[in-house]
């Protein structure tokens, strides 16, 4: 299993600061909730420990061996592996397409036994195969984005607000999932949501603010009120 360690991590796009001197470590098997609000740079701290976006300053680690020199495709064969906001479906191919898609830095039989699990995880996808991504609902969408990242066969995965635009009912369900995947699979997590609940299926979580992220504490801790909270103190202290 990874560790991963984030030191100093800085991000910029144009004259914004969107990470700030961020400090990280993620333990083996670790689940991490990343709260914050629209705009407080969650999206692209993911996106620089992922390689999608260039890191200003700061150092990544794996196992204690650096990454932030790799591009994207090998953080994603070393097991970086980043289910992005928005899904980024390949909409006019089938799901077995985007599924395969997914898996393919991995080896054949590594691709045949991540498409048997996410065929029992989303029976409802093993049921719409040739379909294309574009005709599936909102909700299936995102389990179609799930499914892909778990068909990198990923050690650390990251999933940029999976709840996004859906209906409370299908937000229960994906995060139904990502609860099944810390139980089954042996992956560290980080889940970035502006959603609370998430915390109840992980171990810690963080705020982000402006570019700023909180001491990880014990998820249990955090609720509606103490979150909107803890993103009023830490805008009042910047």
């Known amino acids: ?5 984030i030191t100093g991590l800085s991000v910029s796009r144009g004259n914004i600061r969107a990470v700030d001197d ?3 470590t993620l333990p083996d098997g670790g689940a991490l909730g990343l709260l914050g609000l629209n705009g407080a740079g969650k999206s692209s701290l993911l996106g620089a420990i992922a390689g999608s976006l260039p890191a200003s300053a700061g150092r990544i680690t794996v196992d204690e061996e650096g990454i932030d020199g790799l591009p994207a495709w090998k953080r994603c064969a070393r097991g970086i592996v980043l289910v ?4 980024q479906l390949f909409k006019d191919s089938t799901v077995l397409d985007n599924l395969m898609i997914g898996g393919h830095l991995r080896s054949r039989s590594e691709r045949t036994e991540n498409l048997a699990y996410v065929c029992e995880v989303f029976p409802i996808l093993k049921d719409k195969m040739t379909q294309r991504a574009t005709d ?3 909700g299936q969408q995102q389990m179609l984005a799930i499914a892909r990242g778990i068909m990198a066969n990923p050690r650390v995965l990251m999933l940029d607000e999976p709840s996004e635009g859906l209906a409370p009912k ?7 999932v990502i609860g099944r995947l810390r139980r089954e699979r042996d992956i560290s ?8 609940d998430v915390l109840g299926i992980l171990d810690l ?4 603010t402006t ?3 909180s001491t990880s504490f014990p998820a249990t801790e955090v609720n509606q009120s103490s979150l909107e909270e803890l993103v009023f103190n830490q805008v009042s202290a910047q």
């Open 170 to 176: 299908v937000v229960q369900d994906v995060f139904d």
């Open 211 to 213: 570019g700023r992220l």
């Open 84 to 87: 992005p906001a928005g899904r």
């Open 22 to 24: 961020v400090e990280l």
């Open 1 to 5: 299993m990874s560790s991963l360690s």
């Open 205 to 208: 979580a963080a705020v982000m």
């Open 136 to 138: 599936l609902s909102g």
């Open 189 to 196: 997590l980080i889940v970035a949501e502006q959603n609370p």
